[in-house]
T-cell receptor, first 113, second 115 residues
């Protein structure tokens, strides 16, 4: 079975704090792709990152960084120096060979001033 | 930047009425998806098209939902009759071929409320 688990339902931080969103996935495929999306209150899903299963290098993009570890089937997302504009629901998703995205339940991040 | 267009943005309908949503994918994207997102949950796939053919509709409640993509470009998702439990965000997405998720882009969605 293929599954994505985001154990943190809600996280609340104060501006400028660092925050890590956890994502654990299950798949039997040897080739797969992992995504993170941001969903602000307006509802659209904003693409953040796509990572394939053969590339375990961590990635940094501005204040965002991602830690992919196949050994623990985790693909965690860290926001450094959080800002109020980071407040949103964040989804981790697994892309399978059939072309379908399987989403986690989402983590609602609230960044307070 | 190319976008996936969806309309309407919001829809309120009464129970037992028919409702339809429209999606225009990014030009050149052969694969089109309809997802349903119930409040507080992640999106779930309803139907996947490759050009005009349905690839996966295993989660589509076929007694009341239908989807078509007649010319392999834009697509319509219909619900008839609508039920209270259909209240959700309906998201359309499109992607390039290749099976690696390149260019997987979502539209802004249609937020449906059934009263």
């Amino acid at each position: 079975a293929q599954k994505v688990t985001q154990a943190q339902t809600e996280i609340s931080v104060v501006e400028k704090e660092d925050v890590t969103l956890d994502c654990v996935y299950e798949t039997r495929d040897t080739t797969y792709y992992l995504f993170w999306y941001k969903q602000p209150p307006s509802g659209e899903l904003v693409f953040l990152i796509r990572r394939n299963s053969f590339d375990e290098q961590n990635e940094i993009s501005g204040r965002y960084s991602w830690n992919f570890q196949k050994s623990t089937s985790s693909f965690n997302f860290t926001i450094t120096a959080s800002q109020v504009v980071d407040s949103a629901v964040y989804f981790c998703a697994l892309y399978n060979q059939g072309g379908k995205l399987i989403f986690g339940q989402g983590t609602e991040l609230s960044v307070k001033p | 930047e190319a976008e996936v267009a969806q309309s309407p943005r919001y829809k309120i309908t009464e129970k037992s009425q028919a409702v339809a949503f429209w999606c225009d994918p990014i030009s050149g994207h052969a694969t089109l998806y309809w997802y349903r997102q119930i409040l507080g949950q992640g999106p779930e796939l309803l139907v996947q098209f490759q050009d005009e053919s349905v690839v996966d509709d295993s989660q589509l409640p076929k007694d009341r939902f239908s989807a078509e993509r007649l010319k392999g470009v834009d697509s319509t998702l219909k619900i008839q009759p609508a039920e209270l439990g259909d209240s959700a965000m309906y998201l359309c997405a499109s992607s390039l071929e290749g099976g690696r998720g390149y260019g997987y882009t979502f539209g802004s969605g249609t937020r449906l409320t059934v009263v």
